[in-house]
């Protein structure tokens, strides 16, 4: 299994900042993907975390409103900008070697105001 | 896409009774998990479980992939089971992309 630490674990932010999520593994892996979960939905991918490329991403999400950067093997960053209270959500990160389970770091719960 | 719906939305279970949650899919799955979401947000594994049977302690899994559903079943339950158990699934020639399900929410009185 993969150990993950997210940060911050929570914030609360006025509309119109911007806020850049933290996922650091303890291990090399092979993909690295950032999730979004609504006030009582279920969870989105927002977009694949591709090493020292773009990322990939799903249909409804947009670079300039989510950049994510992959450095390396085992971190990576998502940037929620232009918050406005829609924004609300927690924001997870999630590993996964190819054929294997995905773990998930603890979330980042984020309330715009 | 692919569809994953769960059943039943919302339970509400007494201490020390069974459960039966399902998970349907609308498609050919490589790889199937169950998590449980305690109310700090958190995602726990609880399975892989891409077909057969899986037991862990008071709770069970069981997929048959072939008429693409997938049942989690909790024994004796307790009040930290409280939470949502949310299914989440990988297409087959998909690509890497785990698609959630709708979730069910379980909350245990005591």
């Known amino acids: 299994s993969a150990v993950i630490s997210q940060k911050p674990s929570r914030d609360i932010c006025q509309r119109g900042t911007s806020l850049t999520i933290q996922c650091q593994v303890d291990?090399?892996?092979?993909?690295m993907f950032w999730y979004r979960q609504q006030p009582g939905q279920s969870l989105t991918l927002i977009a694949t975390?591709?090493?020292?490329?773009?990322?990939?991403?799903e249909s409804g999400f947009v670079i300039d409103k989510f950049p994510i950067s992959r450095p390396n093997l085992t971190f990576s960053t998502l940037t929620v900008s232009n918050m406005s209270p829609e924004d609300s959500s927690i924001y997870l990160c999630?590993?996964?070697?190819?054929?294997?389970?995905?773990?998930f770091g603890q979330g980042t719960r984020l309330t715009v105001v | 896409g692919i569809q994953v719906e769960q059943s039943p939305p919302d339970l509400i279970l007494q201490e020390g009774a069974n459960s039966t949650l399902r998970c349907n899919f609308s498609d050919s799955v490589n790889n199937l998990q169950w998590f449980h979401q305690n109310p700090w947000g958190q995602l726990i594994n609880l399975f892989y479980?891409?077909?057969g049977t899986k037991q862990n302690g008071r709770l069970s899994a069981t997929t048959v992939a072939t008429e693409r559903y997938s049942l989690l079943y909790i024994s004796s339950s307790q009040t930290t089971d409280s939470g949502v158990y949310f299914c989440a699934v990988l297409l087959t020639g998909g690509g890497n992309k785990l698609t959630f399900g709708t979730g069910t929410q379980l909350k245990v009185e005591l």
């Open positions: 999630s590993v996964r070697t190819l054929n294997t389970e995905a773990f």
């Open positions: 479980i891409p077909s």
């Open positions: 291990s090399q892996v092979t993909m």
């Open positions: 975390a591709n090493q020292g490329s773009e990322a990939t991403y």
